[in-house]
């Protein structure tokens, strides 16, 4: 089935880049998303990416998307400590329906 | 910015009992979902609803579980005769078309 993996934690320094990473099995995926959840907050939306694509930016953020290697990433360039978060890569794929399978979360610590 | 509200944000039950979860999508949404996180693991889809019927669901949401747009602005996920296991942060979540889902806050629910 499909699965979704993504390392546990990952710590920075302020001002620096932070990568995310996460990997997907399911070569039918269509979009791939980030979300944020900060604590006791929802999911947020962050970016998605379409599987047409190798690169979205947005301001900060920057996804890359190797479909060969089904490998996403997410740098987050000039990293704050507001966006210590936890975050979740996700897929929709073609087969999917309408469901989204995530990934287990990446607890991102923002160091002074 | 319109956003997705959920109610309670805590509910605490009894073995047994029964309990409805509610959620507010945002206004011009067609899509809602359900999806639950068991503490420490991933976020899994529940049940998705489309045109006031359920368009697909996972071997989660069994006959314990229904769904309901009981007039034009809430959608509730009820859970029969709850168990341990249910405890969990339960998450609404609705979208405009098939491409990005907005998800709310969560209840926490905790079966005691």
């Known amino acids: 089935g499909e699965d979704v993996e993504q390392s546990l934690f990952l710590s920075v320094r302020e001002g620096d880049s932070s990568v995310i990473n996460c990997t997907y099995t399911?070569?039918?995926?269509?979009?791939l998303y980030w979300y944020k959840q900060e604590p006791g907050a929802g999911l947020q939306l962050l970016t998605y990416i379409f599987s047409n694509m190798d690169m979205k930016q947005d301001q900060r953020l920057t996804v890359l998307l190797n479909k060969k290697d089904k490998h996403l990433s997410l740098r987050i360039a000039d990293t704050q400590t507001g966006d210590s978060a936890i975050y979740f890569c996700?897929?929709?794929?073609?087969?999917?329906?309408?469901?989204?399978?995530f990934g287990p979360g990446t607890r991102l610590s923002v160091l002074p | 910015e319109p956003e997705v509200t959920q109610t309670p944000s805590h509910q605490v039950t009894q073995m047994g009992q029964e309990v409805i979860l509610r959620c507010v999508p945002i206004s011009n949404h067609l899509y809602f979902y359900w999806y639950r996180q068991i503490l420490g693991q991933k976020v899994e889809f529940l049940v998705s609803f489309y045109n006031n019927e359920i368009s697909e669901k996972s071997e989660i949401f069994d006959d314990q579980f229904s769904v309901e747009r009981p007039d034009g602005s809430n959608f509730t996920l009820k859970i029969r005769s709850t168990k341990l296991e249910d405890s969990a942060m339960y998450f609404c979540?609705?979208?405009?078309?098939?491409?990005?889902?907005?998800f709310g806050p969560g209840t926490r629910l905790t079966v005691t």
């Open positions: 979540a609705s979208s405009r078309d098939i491409y990005e889902q907005y």
């Open positions: 996700a897929e929709r794929t073609f087969y999917g329906g309408q469901n989204f399978v």
């Open positions: 399911d070569s039918s995926s269509t979009y």
